[in-house]
């Protein structure tokens, strides 16, 4: 088969640019049910592949000066809203995220095996250690674990999690009405887990989902996160703004991925991507620009906060070089790009949070379809990324722009479908069906 270019929509309130939702004529909201699902139908009749859906055990942050002007504190419980969006569609990746600190793996093997059935085999798990220590007093957590200890409890989670969705071999559920045998429990295989972090019995009270488990999703780029994602992930969604710092990211992935034993691109690289499309370059600038008059320095270093990183304003002031920023127990990969990107535009500390509060670090195009086109192209192409994690600045608009514009160009040089190629996701994917951890 021709190699296709994987497309996912991350799915934020207005859209992901922080000015977005003062646009006259944006109405999005991330508690509008109506509006998620036109935009997931959307994406769906595009033939792209996932819809993605981040989520906090809390608020994002507590700065609440900056929450004012924030459409982002409100978000619908995943798991629900996923399973009301499968009822609504047929082809579409549902990507969840579900925190390995704030649940216990029976729990999450339920859930996703539970809307893996609900959508016929288009569940996917994007698996988080969560980075923000002030949500843990929601969950009575008064030791907030570091970076590395989160990591070591979220592998042991994963390996729980997989031996409860195999609890039960393909073929246990009989259904013999003549002999009356519903369930053949010799088929059964026990958990009976007792770990460092989790002790779980099971076995499951699921049998076997659609694709054999969800899709596992790690969106880690530090050197803990990416070990987990070599190990555990099918899908990788990164932070990288460059096309050499993707290239060396996606060698290194190929690498570990090889040391682990996996076959090459066994885990899809999906970066975020900031796409700006428009009929001219001249309309796809204005309708940024306009956003852009909206932009407060304030959202961007709440933003910095929000992922652990610390700015003192009155000792680096907005009009001083961005400084070097120490490591600590937030998200340490992303803290490297950030102040890679200053280092390399020798941006201030104003500027760096302008950049924040519009792309957050990640790859950023703006343009006609076919100048977008030529940029994920050459990513795709040039062993930078097997697709992309759409961050698109508003809704609808934005979505509407992507698919007029850059979505017929990618089908004209063959990088993207016209047709999805099967009904579970990782048919659509090219992943193969997850085996059983005892076949």
Known sequence: MTRMMKLGLFLLPAGHHLSAWRIPGNS??????????????RAEEAKMDTVFLADVDGLWGTNWEAMKKD???????????????AGATRHIGLIGSASTLYNEPFHIARKFASLDHISGGRAAWNIVTSFMPHNAANFGIESYPDHGERYAAAAEFVE?????????????????????LFLDTDKMRLPAHEGRYFRCAGPLNLPRSPQGHSVLV?????????AFAAKYSEVIFTVQSVLSDARAFYDDMQARLEAEGRPPR????????????????????????????????????AALHNYGFGIDIEQHP????????????????RREIVMAMARRE??????????????????????????IAD???????????DGFNLMLPSFPDSLDAFVQHVIPELRRRGLFRSEYEGTTLRDNLGLPAARSIYS
Do not use: Y
Not at 272 to 299: H, I, K, T, Y
């Open 375 to 385: 940029q994920m192209e050459e990513w795709f192409t040039g062993g930078a990324a």
């Open 318 to 333: 907005w009009d001083s070089p961005f400084p070097d920023l120490p490591e600590t127990q937030g998200q340490q990969g």
């Open 346 to 371: 020798t941006m201030t500390v104003r500027q760096v949070c302008q950049r924040m509060a519009v792309t957050r670090g990640h790859f950023f195009a703006l343009g006609t379809g076919k100048q």
């Open 218 to 226: 790690q969106a880690g780029s530090s050197g803990d996160g990416r």
């Open 160 to 180: 729980v999690a997989q031996k409860l969705w195999d609890s039960w071999e393909d073929g246990a559920v009989v259904r013999d009405q003549q002999s009356g």
């Open 71 to 85: 459409p982002g504190t409100f978000f619908l419980e995943p798991f629900t809203l996923l399973s009301a969006l």
């Open 266 to 301: 066994s885990s899809l690289i999906m970066p975020g991507a900031f796409v700006m499309a428009g009929a001219s370059e001249a309309e796809a600038r204005e309708r940024f620009e306009e956003m852009q008059a909206f932009v407060d320095p304030l959202n961007g270093l």
């Open 28 to 41: 999005a909201s991330a508690i509008d049910f109506g509006q998620i699902l036109r935009l997931t139908q």
